[in-house]
């Protein structure tokens, strides 16, 4: 939900910065349709681990949920500095 | 909780998460899930200061000056950058130190996010003061 939120603050830039924000925006939306669609199966994935008192941690979505933070930041921060204002 | 319950388990990780994880035994999964709940929390943070980055730099337009606006946007995405990053390698500390049974880690992006927030704060409060009536 964050995530969509943040893509919907970037579309206010789609006017000033051009075509480039399209990317983030994609970028956000598509991180959080990742996420939604694979809640099903960490809830599930939470529920085995409760039930057998034994839950290996998952590095992989952890990992991708911080990447796609930073590489957001990261755009954004591009975005500011580098992309300039259009009429 | 038996022995080989936990071999299982420290077999069912892969081979990057088993070396960035190191050894121990897994906890209990209540801890594993609350530490998950706080790198969320905190990555819910990065994005409301990313959000936060945006909207000064998209809606501040008419209110603030062209450099001071693109300085507190930039901050406010910096900040972002470091509490997003930030967050993983806490969570990695911390799953680490539940595993070996150690005291767990400081939380250093905490006093980032305090200077951070307070930097951008304070700038805001001088230019309210210095900017004529």
Not at chain 1, 19 to 33: K, M, Q, S
Not at chain 2, 70 to 96: D, H, M, Q, Y
Request: proline share 6%; glycine share 8%.
């Amino acid at each position: 939900m964050a995530m969509v939120v943040a893509a919907a603050l970037f579309l206010r830039w789609l006017p000033h910065h051009g075509w480039f924000v399209g990317t983030l925006v994609c970028g956000a939306i598509a991180a959080a349709l990742a996420i939604n669609l694979t809640q099903k199966r960490r809830f599930h994935r939470a529920v085995r681990g409760i039930n057998r008192e034994t839950m290996p941690p998952d590095l992989g979505s952890t990992a991708a949920v911080a990447a796609s933070v930073v590489v957001l930041a990261l755009l954004g921060i591009y975005t500011v500095l580098f992309l300039p204002l259009q009429p | 909780m038996p022995d080989d319950s936990n071999t299982g388990a420290k077999d069912a990780r892969g081979r990057l998460a088993s070396r960035l994880l190191g050894g121990g035994t897994e906890p209990d999964p209540r801890f594993t899930l609350a530490n998950e709940r706080t790198f969320l929390a905190w990555i819910r943070t990065s994005l409301a200061l990313l959000a936060g980055g945006v909207a000064v730099e998209a809606f501040m337009a008419s209110l603030l000056g062209p450099e001071l606006r693109k300085t507190i946007a930039v901050l406010l995405l910096v900040l972002a950058l470091v509490i997003g990053g930030g967050s993983f390698f806490r969570w990695l500390n911390v799953e680490r130190a539940m595993r070996s049974n150690s005291p767990l880690p400081l939380p250093l992006i905490a006093p980032v996010l305090a200077i951070g927030g307070a930097l951008v704060a304070a700038i805001m409060v001088v230019f309210v003061i210095a900017r004529p009536a």
